[in-house]
């Protein structure tokens, strides 16, 4: 079972914790208190819950729960290179060196080796959620 990450949530969307405990437990008497359990672990969200945080931040459940990115291919073989998109996220592999391009909209911020040539591709897709992650975390 995948756990929800509120605090890392809380910090990447800055949320004031006061609000979102409200959001959040809108019938409690305490939700201070309520909210500082889940941050903690004692607690879980239920998914009435998951709901709300999902309305009040604007992020999806798989962003919610914290999902690898899905890559899609975005061009055919072409030229010896193999196009993938994830949303805001382009990779273009090179399959003749294995040098991997990965741009944010139009930015270019990784231009390296990721993997050498005989990796399954879901090992090439995790290093590339990896730059990803790292990318976004900056």
């Known amino acids: 079972m995948r756990k929800i990450d509120l605090q890392k949530i809380v910090d990447s969307c800055g949320l004031d914790t ?28 239920d998914a009435n819950q998951i709901a709300r945080l999902s309305h009040y931040t604007g992020l999806t459940l798989d962003q919610i729960f914290g999902a690898p990115a899905k890559w899609k291919g975005a061009k055919q073989l072409s030229e010896g290179k193999l196009n993938l998109e994830s949303g805001e996220y382009r990779a273009e592999l090179d399959l003749k060196t294995w040098l991997v391009k990965i741009s944010h909209k139009e930015s270019l911020f990784c231009n390296e080796i990721l993997c050498s ?21 900056q």
């Open 18 to 45: 006061k609000e979102l405990a409200t959001e959040l437990f809108p019938t409690a008497k305490f939700p201070i208190p309520a909210l500082k359990r889940i941050l903690s672990g004692e607690a879980q969200l």
């Open 117 to 137: 040539q005989m990796v399954p591709m879901s090992v090439f897709i995790n290093a590339l959620n990896e730059q990803v992650s790292n990318h976004k975390n």
